[in-house]
């Protein structure tokens, strides 16, 4: 069954966040866009490099009044051992969210369950607390910050025009189609 449209699953987590340790829970995203970017595992190799890649767009996504959650099964403890001790994740500015209870990859169906570990989903929720984009990758496949950022806007835009939809490769500013009866058969 998709996620898609469908509401995040109730949920109580910490969160490691500019120096200290927060409450999460699925009210907390209400009323703003969220991206939870699930990966494996702390002090690892891919990981680094997306959650990095995150930090240097950020500014972007909170420009868009987007908030980012990576979220991996590692305790908040471990979030604050690796981001006092990686020159990567010490710039990041959004918060790690810790899933130790694995409670939260299984809600979003990321769990590795005989690993205990998440793959890499990456979940774009709007302010209503449903899920409107589902992306996963495989654990040696890496994903680009600058690609979410397109589908985050095309996310924002459908939802500010629901009687349009973007196309393949849209990008803000660009043509939109408006479905109808006439257009069937046309592009």
């Known amino acids: 069954m998709s996620l898609i449209n469908t509401e995040v699953k109730p949920f109580n987590a910490t969160a490691f966040h500019n120096g200290e340790f927060v409450d999460v829970t699925e009210e907390s995203l209400k009323g703003k866009w969220n991206i939870f970017f699930f990966y494996p595992a702390d002090f690892t190799f891919v990981c680094p490099t997306e959650l990095g890649d995150l930090a240097d767009n950020y500014a972007e996504f909170q420009k868009l009044g987007v908030e980012i959650y990576s979220v991996s099964t590692d305790t908040h403890f471990t979030h604050k051992a690796w981001h006092d001790s990686s020159e990567t994740i010490g710039k990041l500015q959004y918060p790690m969210l810790a899933d130790p209870t694995l409670q939260i990859s ?18 774009v929720i709007d302010p209503e607390g449903k899920i409107q984009i589902v992306e996963i990758n495989a654990g040696n496949i890496g994903r680009n910050a600058e690609e979410l950022l397109r589908k985050v806007k095309a996310a924002q835009y459908v939802a500010a025009n629901p009687n349009e939809v973007c196309p393949a490769k849209w990008k803000e500013g660009e043509e939109t189609l408006a479905p109808s009866l006439d257009l069937v058969g046309k592009i």
């Open 106 to 123: 299984r809600n979003f169906e990321v769990l590795i369950e005989d690993a205990g570990l998440a793959e890499r989903g990456t979940f």
